[in-house]
């Protein structure tokens, strides 16, 4: 049997290169290797206020971008989150031998928490209804860009506890954290993660920005005031920049760039990743051309998942004692 891989994304602002080359291209490359499940984390979105009308698009727009961007529905499920109820149950569950100081020092929650004029329990519990993602489907592998490995290490410990209180249940994940891309930058500021909640129109490379917009972002990237690419010495906006270049397109070297103009070195890079996006747009018009077949996708990622999670929710009771 194939070991099983797992990872999730939310539905909320707009997508961008930093989730594709952190996590969803990573998807797409492994997928064949593993039985794999690809979530929409709906839930999760809503741990901050969502205009209901945009998150219900959202959810089918982020189904259609997975499919274009090469999640392969013969090879993959991909699932709403909400469509099973079997993650909010297991979150419950999980929630009750979950210490609340490990949830206090989550950093994700602190910088979330520091946002909110008043913070929802939500928001603290995130992490836990993450975990009951990932152990729900007894996941062996979370393939996830580098800000999410707090998360997963405190998957790991809610699994180990969980297992040393009620005997063996779930299978502790590893983390996957991709060669290249695992923490992509903002161009506007390259000390900063590239996010969708930042607000600024030169910070991110949307997926669905026009060719031109991000040829646009590129040109206007955030650099020091060298007049060229010394991979040496290079800053973060430059190092930044070739990240990007190098995870869109693998013939691009330190070595070809160095010694580069920054206009031509941005050039470059803005060649390879619209090389990189210009086909994924394509197919993503294509995708969305029929809505059906996107809720056709998403029944099926549903209905092949079911049985995973009812089967694991069971167990679970049966080991707490709950009425089975
Ligand atoms: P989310 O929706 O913020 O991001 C989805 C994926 O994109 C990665 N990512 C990045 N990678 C590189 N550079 C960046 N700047 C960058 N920004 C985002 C994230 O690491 C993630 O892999 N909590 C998760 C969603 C989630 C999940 C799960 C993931 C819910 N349940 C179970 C794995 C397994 C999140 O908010 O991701």
Known sequence: ???????????????????????????????GGYESIFCIVDLHAVTVYQEPKELAAK???????????????EQSSVIVQSSVSGHAELAWMLTCVTPLGWLQRMTQFKAKAEKQETIGDGLLQYPVLMAADILLYQAAIVP???????????????????????????????????????????????????????????HAIALL???????????????????????????????????????????VTKES???????????????????????????????TADPAYIDGILTRGREHVLPIAEDTVRKVKSAMGLYV
Request: net charge positive; proline share 4%.
């Open 1 to 31: 049997m194939k070991a099983r891989v797992l990872s999730g994304l939310q539905p909320s602002g707009q997508l961008h290169i930093g989730n594709y080359l952190g996590a969803v291209k990573n998807w797409a490359e492994i997928q």
């Open 59 to 73: 959810i089918r727009e982020t189904a259609a971008l997975f499919l274009a961007a090469g999640i392969d529905p």
């Open 144 to 202: 996830v860009g580098e800000d999410q490995s707090q998360h997963l290490e405190l998957t790991r410990d809610i699994a180990q506890r969980f297992n040393s209180l009620y005997g063996q249940t779930f299978v502790v994940p590893a983390t996957h954290l991709p060669i290249v891309g695992a923490r992509i930058m903002g161009l506007d500021d390259p000390t900063q993660k590239m996010s969708k909640s930042a607000t600024g129109s030169g």
């Open 209 to 251: 920005d026009d060719l031109k917009t991000i040829q646009k972002k590129i040109l206007r990237a955030t650099t020091d005031s060298q007049p060229a690419v010394d991979v040496e010495t290079m800053g973060p906006g430059i190092a930044n920049l070739l990240t990007i270049a190098q995870a869109c397109d693998s013939s």
């Open 257 to 287: 760039v160095n010694g580069m103009r920054y206009g031509d070195f941005k050039k470059r890079v803005a060649e390879a990743v619209i090389a990189r996006l210009e086909p994924i747009q394509k197919r993503y018009r294509e995708v």
